[in-house]
């Protein structure tokens, strides 16, 4: 079928099928038209400058939809490894475990210490069911479908999802993980994540997305496009930890959005590994609204073969004694590419902030190639910002030297990407957390390595 025309009856199916309130399906008919009637991004606009727009349009695959089946489950298999893969993660008290494989109905557990003091982690889906008032009041509010094409499409087409809610002065001291899995072959999915952190709460959430081969595929990674969404809500004096891991396929193209408010006195720590797909962009945007307010992002990308990345972040100072730090490293070999565009932005009445950002990219082929450009947009004279960018070539010297105490080049180069993520990877003070992260990095690298 034509997406573009049944673009309004694939919205109504969704609200149907999950027996949605009038006011969510309302919502999602307004963000169709807001689809439909928005332009593609122009590319000679500042952010789509390095990437197609078209490339992300879903006019050649079919959007998953739920079928209502009271008998859908994630695949015992997926299950299966998952349980196995995330067994020592459970050993260091993970809180809790959601996993989704396309549009089949999620599993997912939280210990129930967290469950008695009212913290909710459950698929959105089951979410607007059960706690509709809660999901009327934060859903949409960081993201907007005015936010841009593909975010609207994204709020229309939404199902699953994930839901975290921490109510007042609860600390969950042990992190979540959530899996979305993919391995429907010419697929349109529409992650969407929503963190909302009462006064006083904390959380850490591992928010991953991944492909399996489809069984008719002779092991091939699907063909997907995916358009995700993250929106999170930091109330005063609390803390969040969010980590996106995109792992995707070998033949997905990812748009990513992701906004996070973070109000007085309130700490986010935001990461991404980027590791997976074949052509992804994402826009990444952190305001910070109260007083005393702090945001720091991290990056690592490990890109190769012909993988094309387009990330753009933002920080946005919007009150006065604001604190922001942003440490993004790209490494790439084969004929990868990487652009990278960073901005702070520092209000009028933002004064007595503080900023900082640093992007370093390293070559390790003369085929890859990396752009970086962090900007600056300073409204008020009281403030203190600084940043860095480099783009360079592996270092020769530090090459031969390894390989003169016995590494092959590759388990030599490999050892130098290690040393230049460690940095960032090591502001992770939280032990299991850092382990987790470093696991799927240094399994990117493992594969290059032995190949």
Known sequence: MSTLMSGAE??????????????????????????????????????????????????????????????????????????????????????????????????????????????????????????????????????????????????????????????????????????????????????????????????????EYGNTPDAGSNGAAPRVIAHAVTEASIDKNSQLQYFNVQNWGARTRSHYTQKIHVGRDAQAVSGGIVLGGIYNKADIRTELLGANAYSEMIGVLLGDSLQHFDNHTEHVHVHSHTYSDLDFKVVLEDEARSAYTGLIRIDLEAADSEAYQENRNLLLDKQCRAESIPELEILNEDVRCTHGATVGPIDEEQVFYLMTRGLPRRAAERAIVEGFFAPVLDRIEDKAMHGRLWNYVRGKLETKTNR
């Open 10 to 207: 694939a919205v109504r199916t969704i609200a149907q099928v999950g027996n949605e309130p009038d006011w969510l399906g309302h919502w999602r008919l307004q963000a169709w038209e807001s689809y439909e009637g928005a332009p593609l991004p122009d590319r000679v606009a500042h952010l789509w400058r390095y990437s197609e727009p078209e490339k992300f349009l879903i006019d050649k695959v079919e959007p998953l939809l739920p079928d209502g089946s009271t008998g859908q489950a994630v695949d015992p298999t997926i299950v299966r490894t998952l349980s196995d893969k995330f067994a020592s993660e459970a050993t260091q008290g993970l809180a809790g475990l959601l996993i989704q494989q396309d549009m089949r109905a999620p599993k997912f557990s939280l210990e129930e210490e967290w469950r008695e003091a009212g913290v909710i982690f459950c698929d959105l889906s089951s979410a607007v069911e059960q706690y509709p008032q809660i999901l009327e009041k934060h859903l949409g509010k960081q993201v907007s479908i005015e936010e841009s094409k593909f975010a609207a499409l994204n709020a229309a087409l939404f199902s699953g999802g994930v839901f975290l809610y921490v109510p007042s002065g609860v600390e969950i001291n042990a992190p979540l993980h959530a899996v979305h899995q993919s391995n429907q072959d010419l697929a349109a999915i529409f992650p969407r994540t929503l963190v909302v952190l009462e006064e006083g709460a904390s959380a850490i959430l591992i928010d």
